[in-house]
């Protein structure tokens, strides 16, 4: 069982960083993948980064590459999510999710579990 729960959001303007956490329990998040995720206001919750087990591989969403950045340290049981040059169209609520098979992260499988989320939003 794995428990999930997101911090760092709030409110910045465009241009702005901001860095998010998801802290996990259980003693085996380290054999999970972690992803995070957003869902707009009015919109479906869609796909923003990846990162396998060890750190060593990672995947972006088109829309983030290049502005954020996720990893993670398995010895504090910590996924981030780092974002950089924020845009009004990263308002959204951000969560974070674990499942032991990354690819189910980046397609959009049902996921094993998932953090209440965070909310970021981003003035013009």
């Known amino acids: 069982q794995v428990q999930l729960v997101e911090s760092g959001g709030g409110l910045v303007q465009t241009g702005g960083s901001l860095r998010l956490s998801c802290a996990a329990s259980?003693?085996?998040?380290?054999?999970?993948?972690m992803g995070w995720f957003r869902q707009a206001p009015g919109k479906e919750r869609e796909f923003v980064a990846v990162?396998?087990?060890?750190?060593?591989?990672?995947y972006y969403a088109d829309s983030v590459g290049g502005r954020f950045t996720i990893s993670r340290d398995n010895a504090k049981n910590t996924v981030y999510l780092q974002m950089n040059s924020l845009k009004p169209e990263g308002t959204a609520v951000y969560y974070c999710a674990a499942d032991l098979n990354s690819i189910h992260l980046r397609v959009g499988a049902p996921l094993e579990y998932w953090g209440q989320g965070t909310q970021v939003t981003v003035s013009s």
């Open positions: 990162i396998d087990w060890s750190g060593r591989r990672t």
């Open positions: 259980g003693r085996t998040f380290s054999s999970y993948a």
